[in-house]
């Protein structure tokens, strides 16, 4: 372009009627670079004023520095006029509020879990695990549930079929355990006395869902085996976990109960702060007994040496009292309304 007046000229009419009616931000931003950017005409033309021969120099120099002040300032009203582009790009509203990062964090079920389990570890018992599917020793016959038992039917337990090869010469019914008790199996034929356990895991029942009852619940299992245990080490430290967990004035009572795998066997409830809005006095909380001489002998302990006591509770069932949860649906179906709340 050199040092043709004419062209500055011709640039000065152009750009003040292209900034006139620039209509928005976006193109105001195109025509901004256009003329007034790095790389642009107004740029090219200051840059120029050097290489003019010394007598028009003045002249061109003047023209130009007009050129730049005039578009500047044609700029800076269609600025005024339809906005910036930071702020009006379509898609961008600075005003709006930044997007949330959710912070992910336990299930309330994995929580109450976590909670009750630490109580007993600082007492010296260790978590332990078992497998869900299960054959019926350890589910049934070692926990002196015998064949022809009720709680063995076919219409309380979830059977599989198992069809591979090798089952099918030799065919094994498994299940998925109704019971965590089947840990207590589990882990005294892998241990030796003194044996300390707490043990959670998922349980399986073909219930029909209703807001109390679910197929798939979880329990916590506890297990103490040694020389000389008796119901009063059960009562200790069975006390010591409800103060703990529900509170220190907690008031704890048992109830005779049968189950098969304890003798004496009896079911705690317990009297709390915490459920006074359910205005009941005594609210069940946990089953317990010392273990049957009959489930020390089908792990091969002697019933003579060892003695031993057993509880179990359901997480969902004191996850529910605790928090006031009305629907134990709400554990599994992913709302995040209700799980956000824990
Ligand atoms: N397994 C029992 C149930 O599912 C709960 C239970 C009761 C576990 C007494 C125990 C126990 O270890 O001693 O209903």
């Given at each position: 372009m050199g040092y043709d007046l004419a062209a500055i000229s011709n640039l000065l009419t152009q750009g003040l009627k292209a900034f006139e009616s620039v209509a928005d931000a976006t193109a105001l931003e195109e025509l901004r670079r256009e003329y007034l950017?790095?790389?642009g005409h107004v740029k090219a033309i200051l840059g120029g004023i050097k290489d003019v021969p010394k007598e028009q120099r003045g002249e061109y120099g003047k023209a130009a520095n007009v050129l730049n002040a005039r578009i500047t300032e044609a700029f800076q009203a269609a600025?005024?006029?339809?906005g910036s582009t930071a702020a009006a790009?379509?898609?961008i509203d600075l005003t709006k509020p930044g997007k949330r990062r959710e912070i992910g964090h336990a299930h309330i079920i994995t929580q109450t879990i976590e909670e009750i389990v630490e109580i007993f570890q600082r007492i010296g018992f260790s978590q332990v695990e078992g497998p869900e599917v299960e054959d019926e020793f350890h589910n049934f016959d070692a926990l002196n549930i015998p064949a022809g038992h009720p709680a063995r039917e076919e219409a309380d337990n979830f059977y599989l079929q198992l069809n591979a090869p090798?089952?099918?010469?030799?065919?094994?019914?498994?299940?998925?355990r109704s019971q965590t008790s089947t840990i207590q199996i589990r882990t005294m034929e892998s241990r030796k006395p003194?044996?300390?356990?707490?043990?959670?895991?998922?349980?399986?029942?073909?219930?029909t869902v209703d807001a109390t009852h679910h197929f798939?619940?979880?329990?916590?299992?506890?297990?103490?085996?040694?020389?000389d245990l008796h119901f009063g080490d059960l009562k200790a430290v069975l006390e010591l976990f409800v103060r703990e967990?529900?509170?220190p004035e907690t008031r704890m009572r048992f109830r005779p109960h049968y189950f098969p795998f304890t003798e004496p066997s009896a079911e705690v409830d317990i009297d709390c702060q915490m459920f006074k809005h359910l205005k009941k006095p005594w609210l069940e909380v946990l089953g317990c007994g010392m273990v049957d001489p009959n489930v020390l002998q089908a792990v091969g302990y002697d019933p003579e040496k060892y003695t031993g006591f057993a509880f179990g509770m359901g997480v969902e069932r004191i996850a529910m009292l605790k928090h006031r949860i009305g629907d134990i649906r709400h554990f599994t179906t992913n709302d995040m309304r209700f799980l956000g709340q824990f």
């Open positions: 950017g790095g790389k600025q005024a006029r339809v790009r379509p898609g090798d089952w099918e010469a030799k065919p094994v019914p498994m299940l998925l003194p044996v300390r356990v707490i043990a959670p895991g998922r349980v399986y029942r073909p219930d798939m619940f979880h329990q916590i299992e506890g297990l103490a085996i040694a020389e967990y529900f509170g």
